[in-house]
């Protein structure tokens, strides 16, 4: 039976302190936890605690043993008789068995938590809700070989030896916290220490815990920690609150990393990099995810939520906050148009499927589903349009008053939303309908102009599509920031304006346009929705050279792109010349920077081209794509060629002028693969074997695994050799191979599963491999259905080690709606095998079943 967000009643017992025992061992740990619990009102119901896996060894009250305890879906109900009670229980668990990674668990000889969203009744029995808050007081004891470091969150209160090679620590953390940002971790680790002086003067020491030999890769997470602290006080006015900050980095995480109360625990992949063996999209990513868990101690543990139903109100507002950092970082339209295209390749397809749901949903089955893309990303355009309507000044004050008033509270969107009104005077009710509406909006813009009476008109139109559970849509405010550009002269006319659609329909009339106008709509970004506007392919090549908006210019250039490669795949042919012409003059503009060329002159990706149909047909899209790619690379050889030169000879930097230029490299790289020139494979081969870091040497290898050549199999068995003691690039081998689009890929995969480097218990492993292969439209869709039945094999044998990681995985089976009949009927076939499988997981059954409906 799903939970149901109106269905929210306050917590009938509080915690305010709770004393943990841990008495660890992979095989055999022993929790002891002594709860102080105080009713929560007038009423007459039991203590009822969550738990799942334990058996209770000993339940006391206010420390007498009790047998009047009863046990209730794996939890423990307790009567009690007073106001104030002390419950003290012990349980045993075995961290080496727990194959979900959920609450305690052994990765890599280390033991380590993981308790959101509801790991930690795994741990001990407790009202595992997010508005339960207590302090913590936590004590561990470990042998002293093994685990020779012993950390929780807070502060460290004690630490001592025992005789029998064992030895303990005690902590204790100030800050009243929900459960499931508790933490531990014991292991054999070294940190590299560093310090960072808060604006009011506090020193905090910040340590990242790695293994010894992974020392040398923390540099880079470390330099991100302190730019991150420091964009937090400058941007938001948010201090860091204790002294000390700990990052801990384990190979066994099922996804990025925990934002737990100063001791974050991450995904190895998140922290370590070093030239080798990193590309320059992972350093982006590694500091993105430092400065998103950092930026958690506000927003997500000062003020958390109430329930899971309001966890957008945590990420959303983090992930925009993380963008922000980002942009500030390096070039603020790059990343905007690197938030963009993800934003379009998994949420806009979430929320088109069967799985859309708004970012506040209404129910779940499986709290672990909703972490999703719109969650997340869609979540943060919400937060993001705020900040667009509101201004930067007002939004900073709604900021403001948001934290204050809401500090050591569990809160909920609405109180978000309220505290923006409050904060910056404004009323938000119409807004509102972004939390509770799914789909992606749908706005048609026409421009009608009148140049000789000096006028244009502009008509726009909202629609949102049905999605499960909401057949009616009510219109929402969409802002759109646009503007006018003349057709002759390449100048703007008059300025950008910010118009809230927030009817049906609008009109907007421009005077003073004397030339014929072309318009420039949803600059940067500014809504998340899909634009319709009737622009001519003439319009957008326009565009993707005067646009003064970088957004709208990389924009204008995809629209154009997808335009041509549509007809293609529906005519058969399609005229290249003005895309291969807006491309060369992007590639000559010497005033753009190099990474805004790398993105302007990438083809949208396949599955990107089949959003745009009524059905996929992976077969055609593939074949329109690589006939555009080859005519690019054709026609503007010796171009690719010499920005395949620019840099190459120059000592490894990672500026963001080196960066940019790597990445038009790689790009020029694929694309001088793709003109079938004789001398491809070897050029990619070359770049490969000398390249002096990850970007490149990846760059090689990914055109390399589309070549049929003898280059593919060499650099594939040199790149192994070199790195088969690196899992996280050993991922990247999988990857690679998992993402070809030649012939005879999906033969590899299948063989690949057995690779005796392959395992599912490794999360970056199984999604390396079988996550890759899922978004691979070409091979997945391959017409055989071979591909649905190895995918729903593997989400099966997932499953019965780590239900959520395999879950997350399901997506791209469900999105059957969008093929031929015959693929459709293949992929439901795979679905209804799932949901009827013995035994399987209440995760992948919701996302399973949910498909199928
Ligand atoms: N709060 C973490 C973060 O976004 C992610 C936790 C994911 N939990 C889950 N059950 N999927 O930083
Ligand atoms: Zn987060």
């Known amino acids: 039976t799903p939970i149901r967000r109106e269905d929210y009643r306050p917590p009938d017992w509080l915690v305010p302190a709770i004393s943990l025992d841990f008495d660890l061992d992979p095989a055999r740990t022993v929790v002891r936890a002594r709860l102080e619990v105080t009713r929560n009102g007038a009423h007459d119901r039991p203590l009822v605690l969550d738990g799942a896996g334990q058996q209770p060894l000993a339940v006391r009250v206010d420390g007498r043993e009790v047998n009047d305890w009863r046990q209730q879906d794996g939890g423990l109900v307790v009567p009690l008789a007073g106001e104030a009670h002390v419950i003290e229980t012990e349980v045993e668990i075995a961290p080496e068995t727990n194959t979900q990674l959920m609450g305690l668990y052994a990765s890599g000889g280390l033991l380590c938590t993981q308790c959101e969203a509801e790991g930690f009744r795994r741990i001990t029995f407790f009202p595992d809700r997010p508005d339960v808050l207590a302090t913590y007081t936590v004590r561990m004891t470990a042998d002293r070989e093994t685990f020779p470091v012993l950390l929780a969150n807070g502060n460290r209160t004690g630490a001592g030896l025992l005789d029998d090679g064992r030895h303990w620590a005690e902590w204790h953390d100030p800050f009243p916290k929900p459960c499931y940002l508790f933490a531990l ?66 190979a066994d995480f099922n996804f990025g990393a925990m934002e737990n109360k100063s001791l974050n625990i991450f995904n190895s992949r998140y922290v370590l990099a070093d030239p080798d063996t990193a590309t320059d999209a992972d350093y982006d990513a590694i500091a993105a995810v430092v400065a998103h868990e950092y930026f958690h101690n506000w927003s ?235 622009r001519t392919a003439a319009d957008l090549a326009f565009l993707s050279r005067h646009d003064d908006d970088p957004f709208a210019r990389y924009e204008a250039m995809q629209q154009l792109m997808l335009d041509t490669l549509i007809e293609r795949v529906s005519t058969g042919e399609a005229d290249h010349g003005p895309v291969v012409a807006a491309v060369a003059d992007t590639l000559a503009d010497p005033a753009l920077d190099r990474a805004f060329v790398g993105e302007a002159v990438l083809l949208p990706s396949e599955s990107f081209i089949g959003d745009g149909m009524l059905v996929v047909d992976p077969e055609a899209i593939h074949a329109a794509r690589e006939a555009l790619r080859r005519d690019l690379g054709r026609k503007l050889e010796s171009e690719w060629r010499a920005a395949l030169a620019d840099g190459a000879d120059a000592p490894f930097a990672l500026t963001p002028e080196a960066k940019g230029r790597r990445r038009l490299r790689g790009i020029a790289l694929g694309y001088v693969a793709a003109s079938e020139a004789k001398d491809g494979g070897a050029i990619a081969f070359r770049q490969f074997e000398r390249a002096d870091n990850m970007t490149d040497r990846m760059a090689g290898l990914v055109t390399l695994v589309n070549l049929a050549a003898d280059e593919r199999e060499a650099a594939l068995d040199i790149f192994y050799n070199r790195y088969s003691d690196d899992a996280l690039v050993i991922d990247k081998w999988f990857s690679a191979q998992a993402l070809a689009t030649r012939d005879g890929t999906l ?107």
């Open 747 to 853: 033969d590899e995969v299948i063989a690949l599963a057995k690779h005796r480097d392959f395992t599912l218990a490794n999360p970056n492993r199984a999604r390396a491999l079988i996550g890759a292969f899922g978004v691979n439209q070409r091979i997945f869709h391959a017409a055989s259905g071979r591909g649905y039945a190895f995918y729903a094999d593997q989400l099966l044998a997932l499953d019965r080690l780590n239900p959520q990681t395999a879950a997350k995985l399901l997506p791209p089976l469900g999105r059957w709606r969008r093929f031929d009949e015959d693929r459709a009927a293949l992929m439901r076939d795979q679905l209804r095998r799932i949901v009827d499988t013995p035994g399987v997981s209440k995760d992948l059954f919701e996302q399973a079943s949910k498909s199928l409906e």
């Open 185 to 250: 971790v014991a292991g054999d680790l070294q940190a590299n220490v560093g310090g960072f002086t808060t604006m009011s003067g506090r020193q905090v020491e910040l340590a990242i815990w790695v293994r010894e030999a992974d020392l040398p890769k923390t540099e880079h997470a470390m330099s991100a920690l302190k730019a991150a602290m420091a964009w937090d006080e400058q941007t938001y006015g948010r201090e860091y609150d204790l002294d000390l900050f700990n990052i801990v980095a384990v």
């Open 300 to 534: 997500g543990n000062r003020v958390t939520c109430r329930d899971w139903f309001q966890l957008s109100l945590k990420e959303g507002f983090t992930v925009f906050r993380d963008q922000g950092f980002s942009a500030d970082q390096g070039s603020p339209a790059v990343k905007r148009i690197e938030d963009v295209r993800s934003l379009r390749a998994s949420q806009f397809p979430e929320d088109a499927g069967p799985l859309a749901h708004p970012i506040r949903p209404e129910s779940y089955l499986e709290i672990s589903n909703f972490y999703t893309a719109t969650i997340y990303n869609k979540g943060a355009e919400v937060i993001r349009m705020m900040a667009t309507i509101l201004g930067p000044r007002s939004f900073r004050a709604g900021a403001d008053h948001y934290f204050m008033r809401h500090d050591g509270e569990a809160a909920t969107c609405e109180d978000f939303v309220r505290a923006m009104e409050f904060g910056a005077g404004v009323d938000l009710s119409q807004f509102r309908l972004w939390y509770s509406q799914a789909g992606t909006p749908r706005v048609a813009a026409r421009l009608t102009a009148d140049p000789g009476g000096g006028r244009a008109t502009l008509n726009l139109a909202q629609s949102i599509p049905s999605t499960p559970g909401q057949p009616d849509k009510q219109p929402m405010v969409i802002p759109l920031r646009l503007r006018l550009f003349a057709w002759g002269s390449g100048a703007a006319i008059g300025e950008e304006q910010l118009v809230l659609l927030d009817t049906p329909e609008k009109t907007i009339v421009f005077e003073g346009v004397g030339e014929r106008p072309v318009l420039s709509i949803n600059r940067g970004f500014s809504a998340p929705v899909i634009v319709e506007a009737d």
